[in-house]
């Protein structure tokens, strides 16, 4: 491998000369600049990275784990890989700012947690951005050893964070529902024990009461985020449920757009025309399902890659600047309009 000390004779300039050079210094004139720069492309000369980390106190590198904290519940996300676009959106801004990104994935161990923040610190990275597959609380009971922010979680410490805004999207939603002329609704929704879940039922029924409709009018369930036997038979009796109701909704909103795959494959049992006898909305915006059922799900995007660029914007601020106070950055997502709920041609609703 060539040395600095190759360049240096290439270009029959200084060591010092070519440092400047690879510091991007302005105080080198161009003509020898470009000398300098066609004798490091000649001998294909790559800088040791250690040994300038250790002059500038900076390493180049930063860091980011998906996963969870607790493994007790985790389970693998079935609407996408949540990850991918967060890591996408963060990367593209990392590159940008001449930043390389590291990343490890862990499953839930908080031993592996704690040993990969130790790693990362070993490897003198300058930040790292934690990323979990769910909108959800983290608890890491250590202090971290650089700058750190949170995506797609928040702890009770005020870590900067990024989340997206469940409550705002889902106000949106019922919004277009009221908007379009339904005067009885309804919304079967995450459980409670998701963060997720709680802001959604809460926007759902703030709607409700704005547009003033009667309580007999908006109707709530508890369905499930994940597939499996037990919980499609928790949707079947949420479903059943709140069609047998006195006042049965006429437009109806579900948690995830998994959900509303299998609501949809229900009311076809029942003779119900989506889009006609009864609108539907799902949430997450997985195009796997939402272009592939008919008719296709209208439903709202989780703001990942925005939430990506979001998180590494915040965390290159923290870097440059020093801590950043106590903080949740809230990303609304958007209304994607399609014809289940009753809309003839598709078309985009901006958050």
């Given amino acids: ?23 991007g210094e302005d105080t080198v004139r161009p003509s020898t600049r470009s000398i300098v720069e066609q004798a490091i492309r000649e001998l294909e000369y790559t800088p040791h990275v250690g040994a300038r980390s250790m002059r500038s106190k900076r390493s180049g ?17 079935k609407g996408g890989l949540t990850a991918i ?16 990104l590291l990343i490890a994935a862990t499953h839930g161990d908080p031993d592996d947690v704690a040993e990969l923040f130790r790693t990362f610190h070993a490897h003198r990275v300058e930040g790292l951005v934690f990323s979990t597959g769910y909108h959800r609380e983290v608890a890491f009971g250590f202090d971290f050893p650089f700058p750190t922010v949170l995506v797609n979680c928040f702890d009770r410490t005020g870590t ?19 908007r379009a002329g339904h005067r009885s ?18 926007a759902f029924l703030e709607v409700a009461t704005d547009a003033g409709l009667p309580k007999s009018a908006v109707h709530f369930a508890e369905g499930s985020r994940i597939d499996g036997e037990r919980e499609t038979s928790v949707l079947t009796s949420a479903i059943s449920e709140i069609l047998e109701a006195s006042n049965p909704p006429t437009a109806l909103c579900f948690g995830n757009d998994l959900m509303a795959m299998r ?46 660029v979001a998180a590494a914007d915040m965390l290159m601020s923290v870097i440059g600047s020093g801590p950043a106070p106590a903080s949740r950055t809230r990303i609304c997502g958007e209304l994607v309009v399609r014809e289940s709920s009753g809309i003839t041609r598709p078309r985009l609703v901006s958050s």
């Fill in 185 to 202: 609704i309804g919304m079967i929704g995450l459980p409670a024990a998701i963060v997720a879940g709680r802001l959604r039922r809460k």
């Fill in 263 to 308: 609501a949809i494959q229900e009311f076809d049992r029942m003779g119900l025309k989506i889009g006609r006898d009864i609108a539907v909305w799902g949430y997450d915006n997985d195009l796997a399902i939402c272009e592939s059922v008919l008719p296709r799900l209208s439903t709202v995007s989780l703001p990942y890659y925005e939430m990506g």
């Fill in 85 to 100: 676009p967060i890591i996408h959106g963060a990367q593209q801004t990392f590159r940008t700012a001449g930043k390389t």
């Fill in 1 to 23: 491998m060539a040395t600095i000390h190759d360049v240096a004779r290439l270009a029959k300039v200084s060591i010092k000369t070519v440092s400047r050079v690879l510091n």
């Fill in 61 to 77: 590198l930063v860091a980011m784990i998906t996963g969870e904290i607790s493994s007790a519940d985790w389970v693998p996300y």
């Fill in 160 to 178: 900067p964070a990024i989340v997206p805004d469940d409550e705002l999207a889902q106000r949106k939603v019922v919004e277009d529902m009221v």
